[in-house]
């Protein structure tokens, strides 16, 4: 990659240093000062403070640095996750690590635009690692490196083993514990028993038709089929945006997704459902022969168009899967 390739050098980072005229010793106790300034202990950096204490490889200590643009004009809901993930681990650190080893940090676009366009970063957020060069946890490869951000590293507990594992160091994160989600579960259980109470004291169930219990039953396993729980557990942003700033509806990868993903695949499927109801139990009691092969192949097309596009839709999530029907 371009960012790795240009930090990953020593010459590049010679020019940076040339290039914004910075010189003199990098300097922890900078960095330090801008770690008490953020309640979370994430330095926020300028473009001075980035080239002179966190680029050179002769530095005793690591920094780890997300590349970021956090504004809400920019509408970047990565960067803010990765943003919450990464406060997380740096007050974890603050809490229970050695402050001289390890510094995190952030660099915003609106703080580093020039340097952005001259590293040529294309995509944000990035997280980045400088590793220490000197000292005693120096590393013999001290060129800097930048974490592939995966859905196990957007948690706190997930970011820090990676880290862990990249720095030589064990790190925990500081995860305050939710007690709105065990209040809300409660809640809902005690709702759902009143509920249920209720139907069972009031309500002839028998009487709602089997129509209705089946119109229900299919909704909820559309539901569930759709990844309606992943994205309830993950919290995934609706929809992203492509390189060239076009939208994405679909990630293509099987192990990521977007929100807007499970309503598109769970119409998708209820299109097919809704087909093959007809098909069974409404087409075959059309009395004239033509409007009941009409009304037949209509609707085995449109189960074939939407079959195929969920098909098309596993292609781009599986790539490789050499399997098609209708549709790429």
């Not at 010679?14 to 005229?21: A, T």
């Not at 993903?261 to 022969?289: D, F, M, N, R, S």
Request: charged share 20%; glycine share 6%; hydrophobic share 50%.
């Amino acid at each position: 990659m371009r960012l790795l390739a240009a930090l990953g050098a020593l010459s590049f980072a010679g020019q940076l240093l040339l290039s914004y005229g910075v010189v003199g010793a990098q300097s922890l106790s900078e960095l330090q000062t801008l770690v008490k300034k953020d309640s979370d202990s994430l330095a926020r950096l300028d473009i001075d403070a980035f080239v002179k204490n966190v680029v050179p490889e002769s530095k005793n200590y690591a920094v780890v640095v997300q590349l970021t643009a956090l504004s809400p004009k920019y509408k970047c809901e990565p960067c803010v996750k990765l943003d919450k993930t990464l406060r997380a681990v740096a007050r974890g650190w603050n809490r229970h690590g050695d402050k001289d080893r390890i510094i995190f940090a952030s660099m915003d676009v609106d703080d580093g635009e020039e340097l952005f366009h001259k590293m040529k970063i294309e995509q944000i957020p990035r997280l980045m690692v400088f590793p220490a060069g000197a000292g005693p946890h120096a590393l013999a490869n001290a060129s800097p490196r930048e974490m592939t951000i995966k859905e196990e590293t957007m948690t706190p507990v997930g970011m820090s083993a990676k880290l862990s594992t990249l720095l030589g160091v064990e790190i925990k994160p500081d995860v305050p514990v939710d007690y709105s989600k065990y209040l809300k579960s409660i809640l809902a259980v005690q709702a759902a028993g009143v509920g249920a109470y209720l139907a069972y004291k009031f309500v002839n169930l028998r009487m709602l038709g089997r129509n209705l219990w089946a119109i229900a039953t299919i909704m909820f396993v559309l539901l569930m089929t759709s990844g309606f729980m992943w994205n309830k557990i993950n919290d995934p942003p609706y929809m992203g945006q492509t390189k060239s700033g076009e939208v994405a509806l679909f990630v293509p990868t099987n192990s990521q997704q977007f929100a807007v993903e499970t309503q598109i695949v769970a119409v998708t499927y209820a299109v097919c459902a809704l087909c093959i109801v007809i098909l069974v139990k409404h087409a075959p009691k059309i009395q004239g022969a033509d409007q009941r092969t009409f009304v037949t192949l209509v609707f085995v097309l449109v189960l074939m168009l939407m079959f195929s596009y969920l098909n098309s839709v596993f292609r781009l999530k599986m790539p490789g899967y050499p399997f098609k029907l209708l549709l790429e």
